[in-house]
């Protein structure tokens, strides 16, 4: 009979050195980059440091509510990423290899997209700095969506769709106010346009959680099924040997 003295002892309780090196190197690397950007932040003499250091509403004295949903938007944003990325590796590592070519696709787009709303891509810094017309920004966006919709049709068919197209409407929405609107930003014009890029960023988010989910649970219930069915198959093979 087996005892728990019989336990291996490469437990991973108790990790090797090596183990510990290996789990603080990603770590010091990360703290590596993170004070290179300090440093670079602070030796730069274009602006104050403070206004790369603080949150933009705080150097410009507004109040703490200022661009609330802009930042709600980019926490959405945030999510979908992440969502897609873990989907995407996940479906990877159980070989379904076109379910993670899309969710990797989606997160890579979502990602750039997320870059957009925090640097301002094309709503200043690409118009102002090399003169690009925000439009042709935007129908570059457009462009590279629709190529991923397209790659991963067949996926994306077997995911919550509805949400997809419901993203699609308001971002079509609020693209087809910002071009053919005219107007600034401020007002109805702003609030529709602003508003309905919102709302397609929640959508997204809802197809991200809920499609990640549905392919992480059923990759988890394949691999349960299997494994009950060596479990039964070895528990045959051992009463047939038995009798």
Known sequence: MSTPAELPTSDRRTPKATDVI????????????????ITAALVQDQV???????????????R?????????????????????????WVARLAGRTRAAS?????????????????????SDLLPRTLGVPKVAVLACYGGLGLIWALNSAQELARTRVQSLIGAAVAFGVSLAVEVVVPGGDTGLRG?????????????LALWSITSATDVIRSV????????????????????????
């Open 48 to 62: 104050p440091a403070e206004d790369l250091f603080m949150d933009a509403s705080f150097v410009g004295g507004q």
């Open 220 to 243: 988890v219930n394949e691999r349960s099924t299997a494994g009950e069915t060596v479990r039964e198959n070895r528990d045959v093979v051992t009463a047939d040997g038995i009798g």
């Open 102 to 122: 899309a969710f990797r696709g989606g997160g890579l787009l979502f990602v750039l997209l997320l870059l957009d709303d925090l640097f301002l891509f094309h």
């Open 191 to 203: 609030a529709v346009e602003d508003g309905a890029k919102f709302l397609g960023i929640l959508a």
């Open 22 to 37: 290996g789990a603080i190197a990603p770590l010091a690397g990360l703290w590596a980059l993170g004070l290179l950007i």
């Open 64 to 88: 703490w509510f200022v661009g609330m949903v802009a930042a709600l938007g980019m926490v959405a944003w945030t999510t979908s990423v992440c969502f897609c990325l873990i989907a995407a």
